[in-house]
């Protein structure tokens, strides 16, 4: 393994990734938990940037960082009175849990290690133009504009159901 | 790097989303959770796109944009049901929601 300056990088970018996300999980305020999350969706969002999907990477901060995360945190400050910022665990279900999660991550890292297709894949640098342009092709003008219709009539049902769900009822 | 080294990455990132779901008592970290886990699995969409594929398809990253146009949806509907809970029984401890119980 060479410790090229691209390797570098990519490793600090995992790092960042998996040791944020296990603060999510372990951080027992709240607030600190959301912005854990914060860190991971960049690490994520840089991630991408290596796989060579600059659009994907931009979607990812624009949607998760500046949309999910921002509705995260409005939820926690609409539900959570001063008690409520630390977040309630309870001992027995931390070591089951643990012990499930541990089980599953050996199974993965199993199936991982020795599937045979999956071996010695590198990445073999060429670059790839941008791929907005390709992207706005499939979706518009090629396979995926069914599916792109369906998104669409989704997210406005879920945004009117929210509305709905969320309102205070007028009793009349 | 290789395939495998984005395959752990997101496996790390599923387990622990796995831990937050099993583990927390407030609905709101369930929800990072989850998150975590959807975003496990549009980074093994990515990452599968770019080393198993020619390197002109990217359809798998399309696949992952719409991973999270999903996720953004989810969430939205998941806050509002967690604001509705919160209105009708003052706590967003999943464990004392239990009218359904039998």
Redesign the interface.
């Known amino acids: 393994m060479d410790f090229t300056l691209t390797?570098f990088i990519?490793y600090g970018f995992?790092l960042m990734?998996?040791g944020s996300?296990?603060l999510?999980?372990t951080v027992r305020n709240?607030v600190h938990?959301?912005f854990s999350?914060m860190v991971?969706?960049f690490g994520?969002a840089g991630?991408?940037v290596?796989?060579?999907?600059d659009?994907?990477a931009a979607?990812?901060v624009i949607?998760?960082v500046g949309?999910?995360l921002v509705?995260?945190l409005?939820?926690?400050m609409?539900?959570?009175g001063r008690l409520?910022m630390r977040?309630?665990?309870?001992r027995g279900?931390?070591l089951?849990?643990?012990v499930?999660?541990?089980a599953?991550?050996t199974l993965?890292?199993t199936v991982?290690?020795n599937t045979p297709?999956?071996?010695?894949?590198?990445?073999?640098g060429?670059e790839?133009p941008p791929?907005t342009e390709?992207?706005g092709e499939?979706?518009l003008n090629g396979p995926?504009l069914l599916?792109f219709e369906v998104?669409s009539v989704?997210?406005l049902v879920?945004?009117i159901?929210?509305?709905l769900?969320?309102r205070?009822e007028v009793r009349d | 790097m290789t395939l495998q080294h984005y395959l752990v990455i997101s496996a790390i990132l599923f387990t622990l989303g796995i831990f937050a779901v099993l583990t927390r008592r407030n609905a709101i970290s369930i929800l990072m959770g989850i998150e975590l886990i959807l975003n496990s699995c549009n980074l093994n969409f990515a990452a599968f796109s770019r080393f198993m594929t020619p390197s002109e398809d990217i359809s798998g990253q399309i696949i992952a944009i719409f991973g999270i146009v999903l996720a953004a949806a989810e969430a939205a509907v998941f806050l509002a049901i967690i604001l509705a809970i919160y209105r009708e029984f003052g706590s967003i401890r999943p464990d004392e929601v239990d009218t359904l119980k039998g």
């Open positions: 390797n990519f995992a990734t998996v996300a296990l999510v999980v709240i938990a959301a999350l991971t969706l994520v991630l991408y290596f796989l060579q999907a659009f994907l979607t990812q949607v998760y949309g999910i509705l995260i409005f939820g926690v609409m539900t959570s409520e977040i309630h665990i309870e279900q931390l089951l849990g643990g499930v999660a541990l599953l991550l993965l890292l991982i290690a297709a999956w071996k010695n894949l590198t990445d073999d060429t790839l791929t390709k992207i499939l979706i995926f599916p998104v989704l997210l879920a945004l159901g929210a509305a769900i969320s205070k």
